[in-house]
Structures are given as C-alpha cells and as structure tokens.
C-alpha cells in the first residue's frame, strides 16, 4: 500500500505562485505525477517525474510555468506553480504509478496506480 499526503493549495491571485507537496511512503525509484481535476472538467494530467533520474514531464496547458521536482531524501515531490491563471483552479492530487516505463511516464501516459487525498488550489482573476 502507497500512502500520499498533499499539501500547500491555497488561494491566490492570478499571476502568483503556489509549492504544493507531496509526501510519499514508501518511497522508491518510480513515476510520479501530478494531476488536477476541477468540477464539470476531465482529470488533466499536468507534470510527471521519474524519481530516480528526475527527468520530468509537462503538459502544455503548464510547460513553463510549473516545475516538477523531488527531495529523494525527504520522500517528497513538490510542484511549484507559477504565474497562476484563473484556469489552473483545481484539486491537485499527487499521484505513484506502479505499472510503468520512463517513456510511458515522461508522456505522461503512465497508469496511476494510487493518489492522494488532493489539495485545492483557487486562482482568482
């Protein structure tokens, strides 16, 4: 069993910046992926990492205005949001695929396999 705490959604600003946490046990060489889904939206997949090697994945929607990383010594994966616009508001969830290879994770094609409780993030305009 995969547990995921997420942490750091708020409310901001159009234009300002979020770090949203993600604390992950166990914590192993895996993919792990960021999500969102807002009411009456698809699940958009945003950012993926591979955690061993830290190469990442973004999907358009956020390339250049989010950043995917890892503290492999901290068991953490954090996403920093930047330039925040009012179509980013969504509940964030952190998610561990355990099914997966570096191509299918840095497509952001990886199945999620568990996530987490989410954490809301509101941009207002």
């Known amino acids: 069993q995969v547990q995921l705490v997420e942490s750091g959604g708020g409310a901001v600003q159009a234009g300002g910046s979020l770090r949203l946490s993600c604390v992950v046990s166990?914590?192993?060489?895996?993919?792990m992926s960021w999500f969102r889904q807002a009411p009456g939206r698809e699940r958009e997949g945003v950012a993926g990492?591979?955690?061993?090697?830290?190469?990442?994945y973004y999907a358009d929607s956020v390339k250049g205005r989010f950043t995917i990383s890892r503290d492999n010594a901290k068991k953490t994966v954090f996403l920093q949001m930047t330039s925040l616009k009012p179509e980013d508001t969504a509940m964030y969830y952190c998610?561990?695929?355990?099914?997966?290879?570096?191509?299918?994770?840095?497509?952001?094609?990886?199945?999620?396999?568990?996530w987490g409780q989410g954490t809301q993030v509101t941009v207002s305009s």
């Open positions: 990492i591979v955690t061993g090697s830290g190469s990442t």
């Open positions: 166990p914590y192993t060489d895996r993919c």
């Open positions: 998610a561990v695929s355990t099914k997966w290879s570096i191509s299918s994770c840095l497509r952001g094609a990886a199945e999620l396999s568990y």
